[in-house]
C-alpha cells in the first residue's frame, strides 16, 4: 500500500506525487520505539543512578518513566488524529504555524544526526571487547564506527521494509537478554543492598538529579509517530506502537534497576563500569559457552548499539523530509527514489555529517566531547517534546473533529503534565546546556529567513484559504501552505484519543 504527499513546486503549483511505501506493521513500529529508546545508555544506567542516589534511584526511575508514558500519551493522541510523516515537527507547525514548525525540525533533525555519531562510537568501543585493535587505535575506531553509519544507511536507501526487519532481529537481540538478566536476578537479590535507601541527604535525596539523568535512556519514545506515512493502518498503530515501546521498555529498565541494585552492593555498583556484566558474574560464575559474561553483555550492547544506530538513521531522514515538503528545508531532501520510495539524498547527507563529526574527534578526548554532545542533542529533542505536548492543547481546539471531546478533560491533563514534565527536564539539565542548546536553536534561524526568502508568497493562515472549511479539512491540508494539494490516498482519520 502506498500513501502520497504532493511536492509544491516553486510557483505554488503541486508537482508530481511522491510515494512512500507503507512497510511497517505494528511489531516493526514497536521495535523502532524500543530499538531507538534501548540504546548503549542502558548498560551504564543503573550504575550512574546508583552511584548519583543509591537504592532511591528507583523512585527516579519511576518518575522518569510516568513521566515518558505522558509524553507517549501525547504522541499517541497526536499520531492517531495526524499520522502524517514528520512526527514532532507535523504537530508543531500544524499548531503553531512555520516558524515553531522550522524550530522543532531544526533542533530534532541536529540531535538526531549528532546523536548517531556517539552511537555509532558507543558500537566501535563495545566491539573492542573482542577486537583489541580498535580500543588502542582511535583512528581504527573511528573508521569502525563510520563503516556502522554507511552500513546501516544502505539498509536504510534498501527501503523501510527492510529497515524495519533489521530493527526487529536487533531489538530482540538486545531486549530479550536484558530481559532474562533483570527477571531472573529479582531472585538473586539480597535485601540487605537496599540499605541504606538513601545516600544524600537534603530535600529530594538526590532523586531530582537522579531522573534527570534516567530522561537520556527515554529519548525515542515518538519514534514510531516520524514515519507514520509508510506504517500500515498508522491511525491505530501509530498510538499502539507508542504505548507498547514505551510501557515496554519503561518496565524493562525498572526490572533490571531493582534486579542489579540488590544482586551488587552499593559500593560495587557505584564503581562498576559493567554493572549488568557484574550482576550475571554474581548469578552465574565467571564464563557462559566459554564467553566471560563482560563479552555476552558487549555482543547484546553491539546488537543495541546497531539497532539504535539503525532507527536514528531512518528518523533523521524523516524529519528533513517533512520539512522539505513544506519548503522549510531545501527542496532536495524530500525527494524520493527508486520503487522503494526512499529519501535517499537525507540519508547521505546526515550519514555525511555523521561521519565528518566520528573523524574530527578522533582524539584522545574524543569519548569526552561525545559524552557533551549527547546531552546537548537529548536537550534538543526536548524541545520537541515540549512543542509537542503543547501543541496537543492547542489542537483539540482547533481541531475539534479530530480528537474525543468524551476524553478532552483528560487529555488536556495529560498534555499538561507532559508539558511540565518537559520543562522540568530542560530545565534540570543545568544552566550550561541551556544555553548552549539556546544558542543551537538561535543559529537555526537564518537558515529558515533564507528558506522563507526563496519561498512563493502565500496566505499564512488557513483560514485566508477561500477553500478552507473547518477542521476536517485540515486533516489532509497545511495549515500554513493552503495551496499544497490533498494526498491523493491520505489515509481516513478515526476521531478518538488514545486509550
Known sequence: METRTRIATGNGAAASPVKLKRSMGLWMATALVIGNMVGSGIFTLP????????????????FTGVGAMLLALVFANLGRAHPRTGGPYYFARRAFGDFV???????????????NAAIAVAFAGYLGVFWGDVKTNNWLAALVAVGAIWLFTLVNIAGTRETGVAQVLTTVLKFVPLAVIGIVGLFYVKGANFTPFTVHGGFDWHINAAATLALWAFIGLESATVPAEEVKDPEKTVPRATILGTLATTLLYLVALVAVIG?????????????????????????????????????????????????????????????????????????????????????????????????????????????????????MTLIAYAYAAAAEVVLFFRERELFSWAKLTRDSVVAALAFAYSVWAIWGSGEQWLAKGFMLLLFGIPVFVWMKWRQPEKPAEPWMDPEWTGARDLSTRSPQSPQRAVPDEAPKVAAGGAN
Do not use: C
Open 263 to 379: 544482586i551488587l552492593s552499593q559500593a560495587a555498583l557505584a564503581s562498576s563500569s559493567a554493572p549488568f556484566a557484574d550482576a550475571a558474574n554474581a548469578m552465574w560464575g565467571g564464563t557462559f559457552l566459554g564467553l566471560s559474561w563482560g563479552k555476552w553483555i558487549a555482543l547484546v550492547a553491539m546488537a543495541a548499539t546497531l539497532g539504535a544506530l539503525n532507527g536514528w538513521i531512518m528518523l533523521t531522514a524523516r524529519v528533513s523530509l517533512a520539512a522539505a515538503d513544506d519548503d522549510l528545508f531545501p527542496k532536495r531532501f524530500a525527494r524520493v527514489h527508486g520503487k522503494r520510495a526512499t529519501p535517499v539524498f537525507g540519508l547521505v547527507v546526515s550519514s555525511v555529517l555523521v561521519s565528518g563529526l566520528v573523524l574530527y574527534g578522533w582524539n584522545q578526548s574524543f569519548a569526552h566531547r561525545f559524552t557533551d554532545v549527547v546531552l546537548l542533542a537529548t536537550w
Open 101 to 115: 514548525g522550522f524550530q522543532t525540525a531544526w533542533a530534532y533533525w541536529i540531535a538526531a544526526w549528532v546523536g
Open 47 to 62: 550504575a550512574v543512578l546508583a552511584g548519583e542516589a543509591g537504592p532511591a534511584s528507583i523512585v527516579a526511575l519511576v
